[in-house]
């Protein structure tokens, strides 16, 4: 039994660390992955007024302590990211009448987290286009990076069964000739796409008209929401205590 219980806190303690990976557990409707033959859209660092935005339902009542997301880089011209700004917003859901498409509402939480851990996580060749202006570029990359946000201090709370939004703006190491990143477009989708903001309002992000698989419509944005290394460490905790009983 000791035996045992040894193998179970090492698959415990492996699960807090920082490289979330498909098959890890998850505090969301379902993790949206990266699409490896989809689209990266390009973040603009030059405002915290245009940030892109996805919405996610919480499956459990908990802090956020954890976030994940995956981008790229265009050319695969990658540097690191220097900091990122993190929002979390109320749902301002469809409405007939009144919204179009359901958007962020009301912001809840915010931080500003640096410095930004970025891993290899794969590849595929993706496209990359600016929902702020530029044509769109197909087939210009191949690697995609997963970007680990951990250990949040005074995270957000979530409860289980309400939808909120997930709002990204980073900044990123650059010299003249640096090229920029962009978020992952999702090969999952949930409720109404992705959406980006400028001028104070939310628009829509939708494929670019040269998709290669012919893809039309709303996109979603690649991220999850996980567990916090706390609950990990607690039941780590529970099993040391059994044991020392077993002593």
Not at 68 to 95: E, K, R
Not at 170 to 186: I, V
Request: contains cysteine.
């Amino acid at each position: 039994m000791k035996k045992i219980v040894t193998i179970c806190l090492i698959c415990i303690v492996s699960t807090a660390n920082a490289n979330w990976q498909p098959g890890d557990d998850y505090k969301m409707h379902y993790p949206q992955l990266p699409d490896t033959l989809g689209w990266d859209v390009a973040f603009d660092s030059m405002t915290l007024q245009r940030p892109l935005a996805d919405d996610w339902q919480c499956s459990k009542t908990g802090v956020v302590s954890d976030i994940h997301l995956w981008l790229s880089w265009l050319g695969d011209d990658a540097t690191y990211i220097s900091s990122m700004h993190v929002a979390i917003y109320s749902d301002n859901p469809y409405d007939v009448y009144t919204n179009p498409f359901s958007t962020p509402g009301e912001i809840l939480w915010e931080g500003l987290f640096y410095p930004v851990d970025m891993i290899y996580y794969g590849s595929g060749d993706q496209g990359f286009f600016s929902p702020f202006g530029g044509p769109p570029v197909a087939n210009d990359h191949e690697d995609i990076y997963q970007i680990n946000i951990t250990d949040i201090q005074n995270p957000f709370v979530q409860e289980e069964g309400t939808i909120y939004w997930l709002a990204i703006n980073l900044w990123w190491a650059r010299t003249e000739d640096q090229e920029m990143p962009g978020w992952k477009t999702s090969e999952n989708h949930f409720n109404d796409g992705a959406v980006y903001s400028m001028n104070g309002y939310w628009y829509q992000l939708v494929y670019p008209e040269n998709d290669p698989p012919n893809r039309t419509g709303n996109l979603d944005l690649a991220f999850v929401i996980t567990p916090e290394p706390t609950t990990i460490c607690l039941l780590a905790l529970g099993a040391l205590s059994i044991i020392r009983k077993k002593k």
